[in-house]
């Protein structure tokens, strides 16, 4: 009796390590490059972390080059997780360092905040822009390996091409649920989508309305240099990254709906109204 419990609790050790980790059998999310080939893929923790830094990134204005430079910068610093350790004091998805002014551990560990701060002192670098990304990043990071930073550079960029929208569909995230069991609901979403796009991404007038579970309609419009339906393939690309700590079950856009039920799929054509699209907004609905 005793040995069978060890080996269960090795087991359930054994895939919670796998889960976090991101090891084989794991939950995954792929990024499909253009023109076919192996898909990019990260866990789900590592996509919802990448998407909160893009998120970030739309919300004060920023190009894509900002959004890749920040991702390659997270590959290379953290792995896109958000630990709590590292070299000396630093934490965090950039391996802040709280010594260094850049904020109490406490915000640093604030993966809204941390990208906050590092697209701060990005765009202090004249001509961010247009210098190569391992002097960009260097800049803020003052690193002691800054040629560390060009290896991630192809897959930030595929990355960032997924979540500002401009490749529609392209990120896709095989179902899963969080270990702690923490509800979902569009409360819970309409707060993050706010935190991390800004206030405007939500009108005060929009409600969660009953439609087959919890069904929360974020509006798309154009925006500076963002098509409208760029910026819903960008808040799709969020949701399907946060699908998983949201309880998210189900997202449609256009003609494209993505299923908890079916994820292994990926994103799945539809027609119409009928299958659960809105022409004006992305639909996010929630298992709570």
């Given at each position: 009796?005793?040995?069978?419990?060890?080996?269960?609790?090795?087991?359930?050790?054994?895939?919670?390590?796998?889960?976090?980790?991101?090891?084989?059998?794991?939950?995954?999310?792929?990024?499909?490059?253009?023109?076919?080939?192996?898909?990019?893929?990260?866990?789900?923790?590592?996509?919802?972390?990448?998407?909160?830094?893009?998120?970030?990134?739309?919300?004060?204005?920023?190009?894509?080059?900002?959004?890749?430079?920040?991702?390659?910068?997270?590959?290379?610093?953290?792995?896109?997780?958000?630990?709590?350790?590292?070299?000396?004091?630093?934490?965090?998805?950039?391996?802040?360092?709280?010594?260094?002014?850049?904020?109490?551990?406490?915000?640093?560990?604030?993966?809204?905040?941390?990208?906050?701060?590092?697209?701060?002192?990005?765009?202090?670098?004249?001509?961010?822009?247009?210098?190569?990304?391992?002097?960009?990043?260097?800049?803020?990071?003052?690193?002691?390996?800054?040629?560390?930073?060009?290896?991630?550079?192809?897959?930030?960029?595929?990355?960032?091409?997924?979540?500002?929208?401009?490749?529609?569909?392209?990120?896709s995230c095989a179902e899963s649920r969080p270990a702690?069991?923490?509800?979902?609901?569009?409360?819970?979403?309409?707060?993050?989508?706010?935190?991390?796009?800004?206030?405007?991404?939500?009108?005060?007038?929009?409600?969660?309305?009953?439609?087959?579970?919890?069904?929360?309609?974020?509006?798309?419009?154009?925006?500076?240099?963002?098509?409208?339906?760029?910026?819903?393939?960008?808040?799709?690309?969020?949701?399907?990254?946060?699908?998983?700590?949201?309880?998210?079950?189900?997202?449609?856009?256009?003609?494209?709906?993505?299923?908890?039920?079916?994820?292994?799929?990926?994103?799945?054509?539809v027609s119409g109204d009928s299958g659960g699209t809105?022409?004006?907004?992305?639909?996010?609905?929630?298992?709570?």
């Amino acid at each position: 009796m005793f040995a069978a419990l060890v080996v269960l609790l090795g087991l359930a050790g054994y895939l919670v390590v796998q889960y976090v980790t991101g090891g084989p059998g794991a939950p995954r999310c792929t990024v499909q490059p253009e023109g076919g080939g192996d898909p990019y893929e990260l866990s789900p923790e590592q996509a919802a972390n990448a998407a909160t830094i893009s998120a970030v990134g739309a919300s004060r204005g920023l190009p894509e080059r900002a959004v890749t430079i920040a991702l390659a910068t997270a590959m290379q610093e953290s792995g896109l997780r958000n630990i709590e350790y590292g070299d000396r004091d630093s934490v965090g998805l950039f391996q802040q360092r709280p010594s260094q002014d850049w904020g109490t551990a406490e915000e640093i560990m604030d993966p809204v905040y941390a990208a906050g701060e590092f697209y701060k002192h990005l765009v202090q670098v004249p001509g961010y822009s247009r210098l190569p990304l391992t002097v960009a990043a260097q800049k803020v990071q003052r690193s002691g390996y800054p040629q560390a930073y060009a290896k991630h550079e192809a897959n930030a960029a595929l990355l960032t091409g997924a979540l500002t929208g401009r490749r529609p569909a392209a990120l896709s995230c095989a179902e899963s649920r969080p270990a702690d069991h923490t509800p979902g609901g569009t409360a819970q979403v309409r707060e993050q989508l706010v935190r991390e796009f800004g206030p405007e991404v939500l009108p005060r007038s929009v409600t969660a309305t009953r439609a087959a579970g919890r069904t929360l309609t974020v509006p798309v419009t154009a925006g500076a240099g963002v098509s409208a339906n760029q910026r819903g393939w960008q808040l799709a690309a969020w949701a399907v990254a946060h699908a998983s700590e949201l309880r998210i079950e189900r997202i449609s856009y256009g003609d494209r709906r993505w299923t908890a039920a079916d994820s292994g799929q990926g994103w799945q054509q539809v027609s119409g109204d009928s299958g659960g699209t809105s022409p004006t907004g992305v639909r996010i609905t929630t298992a709570q």
